[in-house]
């Protein structure tokens, strides 16, 4: 089990290895690294998925220190500086996106892109952190029962989805002294909205149009608020985790886009020249490249075919 010292906390995560990306995965409240498992599952061969749990999270051992997502996002960047990692599509999932959008703002030059999964850049809603307060209350003083582990099931990933049972199993191994700070950090995190233009990276919204814990319009607000967004991909019917609940729609569109970004040349910038391209941009483009020439080279060898067929009709038929 891979675990590595970063600000005072041993961080838990796993890497699949690979050529193309990478790209790096943060989870949302209450889950942890696994629950990318379907983008893993379905990854190309030479893609590198990097996922990783946040303090309070998962595999990773933390301090008893409150930390905000301003922190996360610096134990994000001791991750790549261990991993040897200098640029990164960095993506997350709900409080994962809360990350991945501050550690943008601190470390712009280490991303190549953002991938924003049922996130936000707002505050929590009021009204939703008094329920939350009064879930996380008798969390703690009772446990996990069955209708409490179901609100929360529901709010997450939905009343239907088969597969919450497993997730409802671990949250009641979780330990309860590590609700608090999580909910805490949540709860507190600050407004970005105004700093959104910022960020100058490509980046891709993906949200479900049945997210009960983050609205789509919410969702809308940060995809304009980006000025180099691609449009928002409404996942109908997905909840809040719809990568886990709805993964052949997020697959796809997730693959359309690291698609995009290995075919596009990056601009320059400040007037410095334009950047040299990556190892896998030009095998890429060689290919494309040597496409191209195959299907030229067929085409004349069939038009030489045609016209051989015509001379040698022509003897035959008086023409």
Avoid at 71 to 85: F, K, Q, S, V, Y
Avoid at 285 to 304: H, K, N, S
């Amino acid at each position: 089990m891979p675990l590595h010292k970063i600000n005072g906390q041993w961080i838990h995560y796993e890497d699949t290895g690979g050529d193309i990306g990478p790209l790096v995965l943060a989870h949302g409240l209450l889950m942890d690294g696994e629950m990318f498992a379907p983008q893993i599952e379905d990854r190309r061969s030479s893609c590198r998925i990097i996922t990783w749990d946040a303090r309070c999270h998962g595999e990773t051992e933390n301090t008893d220190d409150p930390f905000t997502y301003w922190d996360l996002a610096d134990d994000l960047r001791g991750l790549l500086d261990h991993l040897g990692i200098e640029k990164a599509v960095i993506g997350g999932m709900s409080q994962g996106g809360f990350i991945a959008l501050r550690f943008a703002l601190q470390h712009p030059e280490r991303v190549s892109a953002l991938l924003l999964l049922g996130t936000q850049a707002g505050v929590e809603d009021p009204e939703k952190v008094a329920t939350y307060q009064v879930m996380l209350d008798v969390w703690e003083a009772e446990g996990l029962n069955e209708q409490l582990a179901e609100t929360i099931a529901a709010i997450l990933l939905g009343n239907e989805w088969p597969g919450r049972h497993p997730w409802i199993a671990k949250w009641r191994q979780k330990p309860r002294s590590l609700l608090r700070p999580a909910f805490q950090a949540l709860a507190g995190r600050d407004d970005i909205h105004n700093r959104l233009g910022e960020i100058n990276a490509p980046a891709l919204v993906i949200h479900g149009t049945a997210d009960a814990a983050i609205d789509i319009e919410v969702a809308r607000e940060l995809s304009r608020g980006l000025p180099n967004s691609r449009p928002l991909v409404a996942i109908e019917g997905g909840g809040h985790a719809s990568n886990l609940t709805h993964p052949k729609l997020v697959n796809r569109a997730v693959q359309q886009f690291i698609g995009e970004l290995l075919v596009t040349v990056p601009a320059a910038s400040n007037g410095r020249g334009h950047a040299r391209r990556s190892d896998a941009d030009r095998r890429l483009a060689d290919r494309r490249d040597q496409g191209r020439i195959e299907v030229l080279v067929d085409r004349r060898l069939a038009e030489r075919r045609a016209m051989e067929r015509r001379e040698s009709w022509r003897p035959a038929y008086g023409l």
